[in-house]
């Protein structure tokens, strides 16, 4: 059974940091894109960050340089370092995992950021 776990949400000030975690189970982790998305409430959910299993990340436009997102295939855990995090930020966030090659999607069951002050 494929299971992936969020955790590292919670309420944080505007400028603050958080650390979000994902850790994967029942998956060979190491040939899945894994990506970060979010979904605020009545908004269409996004893609904020995502690496492949070469290490090749990309950003949504508005975190570039604020969040980074980074894997550990040995923990089969997938980051994301979120900094000066803004109101704008607040959603829930998910963890999603894109087999390269079969294309065998997974999400995990989203862990929500709030920002405020």
């Known amino acids: 059974q494929v299971q992936l776990v969020e955790s590292g949400g919670g309420l944080v000030q505007p400028g603050g940091s958080l650390r979000l975690s994902c850790a994967a189970s029942g998956i060979i982790f190491r040939p899945y894109t894994m990506g970060w998305y979010r979904q605020a409430p009545g908004k269409q959910r996004e893609l904020v960050a995502s690496?492949?299993?070469?290490?090749?990340?990309n950003y949504l436009g508005s975190v570039k340089g604020r969040f980074t997102i980074s894997r550990d295939n040995a923990k089969n855990t997938v980051y994301l370092q979120m900094n000066s995090l803004q109101p704008e930020d607040a959603a829930v966030y998910y963890c999603?995992?894109?087999?390269?090659?079969?294309?065998?999607?997974?999400w995990g069951q989203g862990t929500q950021v709030t920002v405020s002050s």
């Open positions: 999603n995992a894109v087999h390269e090659t079969r294309l065998t999607s997974y």
């Open positions: 690496i492949t299993s070469g290490g090749s990340t």
